[in-house]
């Protein structure tokens, strides 16, 4: 099998990721550790800093999910090598 089959596979297997809902997630998130923030310092953030904070949160939390998106990959493929790897051990054998 080929480099290109195996990425070809790789791609055609579904998403387990639901990116809607990982974006809803993160904007929670976002709202959230600004809201915990001002509670724990018992003072409201002005509009800016608040806009700035939720985006720069944001942008973090979606270089996570790049980064868990690179990893999903690279576990897709030690995947397919370990059964290709394990048919051609059970094929010598025979």
């Known amino acids: 099998m080929s480099n290109t089959d195996d990425n070809q596979k790789i791609m055609s297997i579904r998403s387990a990721v639901d990116f809607d809902i990982v974006g809803d997630n993160i904007q929670d998130i976002a709202e959230f550790t600004i809201e915990k923030y001002e509670f724990r310092n018992d003072s409201d ?3 800016e800093i608040r806009k700035e904070a939720i985006a720069k949160i944001n942008s973090a939390l979606w270089q996570k999910v790049e980064e868990l998106k690179l990893r999903r990959r690279e576990i897709l493929v030690s ?6 790897d394990t048919l051609n051990e059970v094929l010598d054998k025979k």
């Open 45 to 47: 953030l002005p509009d």
């Open 79 to 84: 995947i397919f090598n370990a059964a290709e």
